[in-house]
Nanobody, 125 residues
Framework: QVQLVESGGGLVQAGGPLRLSCAASGRSSSNYHMGWFRQAPGKEREFVAAIRWSGTSTYYADAGKGRFTISRANAKNTVYLQMTSLKPDDTAVYYC??????????????????WGQGTQVTVSS
């Protein structure tokens, strides 16, 4: 099993940047593909980005393409989500999650087995 803890959320003005971190403990994060998801009030949780266990491949939802960058440092058991040009619509609780290596990066939310508790991101206009 792996335990995930997100950090780095907060209040940011529209157009600004923010970097989220996800620290893994227990089983090494290199045993999993990792993803970021978000959930806005009254909406379903949605996919944001995913990264292969090796860091050699990434996959993004349309909402974050060109603005968000997912990366990982396996030596630190940490996954990052660098967000730029933030918009009020990006306001949500952001979650990191881990999925089995047998899954594709495009695998849907139900295939993610482990989740963090989330970190709030609020973008003011």
């Amino acid at each position: 099993q792996v335990q995930l803890v997100e950090s780095g959320g907060g209040l940011v003005q529209a157009g600004g940047p923010l970097r989220l971190s996800c620290a893994a403990s227990g089983r090494s994060s290199s045993n999993y593909h990792m993803g970021w998801f978000r959930q806005a009030p009254g909406k379903e949780r949605e996919f944001v980005a995913a990264i292969r266990w090796s860091g050699t491949s990434t996959y993004y939802a349309d909402a974050g393409k060109g603005r968000f960058t997912i990366s990982r440092a396996n030596a630190k058991n940490t996954v990052y989500l660098q967000m730029t040009s933030l918009k009020p619509d990006d306001t949500a609780v952001y979650y990191c999650a881990a999925t089995s290596l047998i899954r594709r990066l495009s695998t849907p939310l139900p295939d993610y087995s482990y989740w963090g508790q989330g970190t709030q991101v609020t973008v003011s206009s």
